[in-house]
């Protein structure tokens, strides 16, 4: 008993409504609203808006100091999709941006109705986003941060009000009881209920208007210039284009009624805002409130008006002639300032999308006799081929905004959803880099074999034909991802102008639409992953060319020709920048020193001695200590003589004048010394192997780390392949076995070799 007793006592202290705050007269919420403007003048739209923002913080830019940067920032929406979700939904950095420009596309413009349709192809996680993100909606709607009031009435009501008794009302609606003060608090959620006690009616606005609404549009702007003191809310509310809703709209009928009645009988505004109070609007997808979901199969409700015939009689009672307040509303009020969603427009769902005409044309229908306003969020989710139910209906196009869901098209994405479904363990089965050339993979079934954007920036790809394929598919994927790959040229690096970077981001709304499915890619993975995963054996990239070239036997249009083995000259160059980065081991102060000197030495002619202003070093300055350097930096000898000009013009111009004397920056700051200290950093990586490549003790020595027979070796190729091991594992995320194969592997098919004989096509950046 001592066990239930606790149990129960866990549960009678556990509220699940403790962000519900407390109803608040009118003069208290005004107060609420002089403290907190920006939170207690929303409608669903900024609420909405702030809600995204609530849970994506702001994203990152790898290239924030490169000056055609578009902004094509890396969102975190684990918390908005991820984080307490039984189905995640994970956005690539593609959609995350696009959910990002359409959400500050609400929070900056006019508020117009719209039918935001979220359109994608079958599998692609259009029914686990939107579910996702009203879960998350309804989530933060319901605390203190996202809290929106309603404006709810209390009216005294006499004994024999309407001819009824209120012992008979009591007996016929317990379930709308509140306790004696007449307040609501402990109503079921979600609006619409009425509280009934011996002297009181507290009727909520059965369309959840905005408690400042009751202020008479004709001096609302006078009101709120009056009443709020923050001069610079002031300035956003009076002049941006998402507040004029403040100012534009009006309360329900049932509420304008209410007032004008009141305002008869009282005389006097301030005793009818007696009668109004503002309480939390609590949504509810499951009771209705404020978020409403429809599936196709989901029958319409044959009640298109709703009424209380109890309250009509009291409401006739207090306000002669009967009907001076009709008490008539529909179902789109218990959305209103809410979500209305449709799953998939076909069946019933496609009648709903027609019924949302006027609404979303004029924000008003007719409930009987009587006129409703609706100012709601309308979502919808759609496949391609149901998009033919709009080509009749030309007045809804500019009432209808798409937001593509797609195929995922970032690898990395692609990467987590394997992680998330199988879990995180399977990245031990792998050698670093084979888990996402699977995903390069999948994702390149999505991408179309041609791209204007990506042909108009690379003219000639063949000359990349080491590092990536024809189509330029494997690129387009990396600049998809937010990374510029080190081995392009300078030349193209520069010519990636921030236009042609819109131009390319701009095509992935098309792409992303055929190929894999998500579906289909978690199933290829189980079959790659039972087939190959071993306790004893990493899965390498001979097992993945093996399991695709299977498929592509099967089904020849399922990849571009030459796909597979581009994508391994790719994993070769990338394994090969590794293990040069993992053997680097230079005197990073000396190179400093160089670089420094060299820097200092351009500006005097050969045959000259000069102490350094920056090392302090005396330098005898003649063309050995020029070739020195110069050959460091993979400078030509014929070309020596343009590179010194080119260097002492932009330290003289720029580095000297700008950045140190008038920026006070140290040289090592500078433009200058950056782009000559990557460069001659780039040219000892790209050469650290030289030494090993003919040497058959080194290869020797690599194959039997870890044995007995290698101690026996000289002791500088011990102490290398140590290091080299120890940052392969440490840098790469290798493990022991996988860095010592990864070695071999490199040393037998001789990578470096391959690619010093390409030449040097960019700087290699760690």
């Not at 009928?253 to 009282?266: A, G, M, R, V």
């Not at 509810?284 to 298109?304: E, H, T, W, Y």
């Not at 510029?484 to 981001?505: G, H, M, N, Q, Y």
């Not at 004397?661 to 990586?685: P, S």
């Amino acid at each position: 008993m001592g066990a239930l007793t606790k149990a129960l006592a866990t549960l009678k202290q556990y509220k699940e409504d403790r962000h519900r705050q407390d109803e608040l007269c009118f003069t208290e919420f005004l107060g609420e609203v002089v403290e907190r403007p920006e939170r207690n003048i929303r409608n669903v739209t900024q609420v909405y808006a702030d809600m995204v923002h609530h849970y994506v913080s702001d994203g990152g830019d790898e290239y924030a100091s490169d000056p055609e940067s578009i902004s094509y920032l890396n969102y975190n929406c684990c918390n908005l999709f991820v984080e307490g979700s039984d189905r995640p939904f994970f956005a690539d950095r593609l959609f995350a941006n696009r959910l990002i420009r359409h959400v500050e596309s609400l929070s900056v413009g006019d508020q117009q109705n719209k039918i935001y349709i979220f359109d994608g192809p079958h599998g692609s996680g259009k029914s686990t986003f939107l579910n996702n993100l009203l879960r998350k909606f309804e989530e933060y709607a319901n605390t203190p941060e996202g809290t929106r009031y309603e404006l709810v009435w209390r009216l005294q009501v006499p004994e024999l009000a309407g001819g009824v008794q209120l012992l008979n009302l009591i007996g016929k609606l317990p379930q709308l009881l509140s306790e004696e003060e007449g307040r609501a608090d402990d109503a079921e959620p979600g609006g619409g209920e009425k509280g009934i006690t011996a002297n009181w009616l507290t009727l909520p606005c059965p369309s959840h208007d905005h408690p400042l609404l009751i202020v008479p549009k004709a001096i609302r702007r006078q009101f709120l210039d009056e009443l709020l003191d923050n001069d610079q809310f002031k300035a956003q509310l009076f002049h941006e284009k998402r507040y004029e809703w403040v100012f534009r709209e009006e309360p329900c009928t049932i509420c304008l009624s209410l007032y004008q009645e009141l305002l008869k009988k009282e005389g006097d505004p301030l005793k009818v805002l007696e009668s109004v109070f503002a309480r939390p609007y609590v949504f509810n997808r499951r009771l209705g409130a404020g978020i409403s979901v429809f599936n196709p199969g989901d029958r319409r409700s044959q009640r298109n008006v709703r009424t209380d015939d109890e309250v009509q009689r009291i409401l006739n009672g207090l306000f002669s002639p009967a009907g001076k307040v009709p008490y008539l509303y529909s179902g789109y009020a218990k959305i209103n300032n809410g979500i209305y969603a449709l799953m998939d427009v076909k069946s019933h769902n496609t009648e709903r999308l027609m019924d949302l005409h006027n609404i979303v044309s004029d924000g008003v229908h007719k409930v009987d006799h009587v006129e409703e306003r609706v100012n709601s969020l309308f979502f919808a989710l759609m496949n391609p081929e149901d998009k033919r139910v709009l080509t009749d209906l030309a007045a809804f196009a500019d009432r209808i905004e798409y937001v593509n869901v797609p195929y995922v098209l970032d690898i990395k994405t692609e990467v987590e959803i394997y992680r998330e479904v199988f879990g995180a363990h399977i990245d031990d089965s792998f050698l670093p880099r084979v888990l996402h050339n699977f995903a390069r993979v999948i994702v390149a079934t999505r991408l179309p074999t041609k791209s204007d954007a990506m042909l108009e920036w690379i003219q000639d790809p063949d000359k990349y034909e080491l590092y990536c394929d024809h189509n330029l598919q494997l690129l387009k994927m990396e600049i998809y991802t937010g990374h510029i790959p080190a081995w392009l040229t300078e030349e193209d690096v520069e010519r990636f102008t921030s236009k042609r970077r819109l131009k390319i981001i701009a095509e992935s709304e098309q792409d992303g639409w055929r190929g894999l499915s998500g579906r289909d890619s978690i199933r290829m993975f189980n079959e790659f992953y039972s087939i190959y995963a071993r306790d004893d054996k990493l899965i390498d990239m001979s097992m993945l060319g093996k399991f695709f070239r299977k498929y592509c036997k099967k089904d020849k249009s399922i990849l571009p020709m030459g796909f597979l083995d581009s994508l391994q000259r790719m994993y070769n160059y990338s394994v090969l920048q590794s293990v040069k980065e993992a053997l680097y081991d230079y005197n990073e102060e000396q190179i400093a020193r160089d670089i420094q000197n060299y820097m200092f030495a351009v500006n005097f002619e050969p045959g000259t001695v000069a102490t350094c202003r920056f090392t302090g070093e005396r330098l005898e300055i003649s063309e050995a200590f020029f070739q020195r350097i110069e050959s460091r930096l993979m400078i030509a000898a014929g070309g020596a003589a343009a590179f010194r000009a080119s260097v002492q013009k932009a330290y003289t111009s720029s580095a000297l004048t700008q950045e140190i004397l008038r920026d006070n920056l140290a040289v090592t700051e500078t433009g200058l010394y950056q782009h000559l200290y990557e460069r001659y950093i780039h040219t000892l990586k790209e050469k650290v192997l030289d030494p090993f490549l003919e040497n058959e003790n080194f290869r020797r020595a690599v194959k039997e780390f870890d044995q007995e027979s290698f101690k026996a070796y000289d002791q500088k190729i011990q102490s290398d392949i140590r290091f080299m091991m120890k940052n392969l594992q440490k840098k790469f995320g290798y493990t022991r076995q996988g860095a010592k194969e990864i070695c071999i592997y490199v040393i037998d098919n001789g990578l470096a070799r391959v690619f010093s004989e390409q030449g040097n096509l960019g700087q290699f950046t760690p």
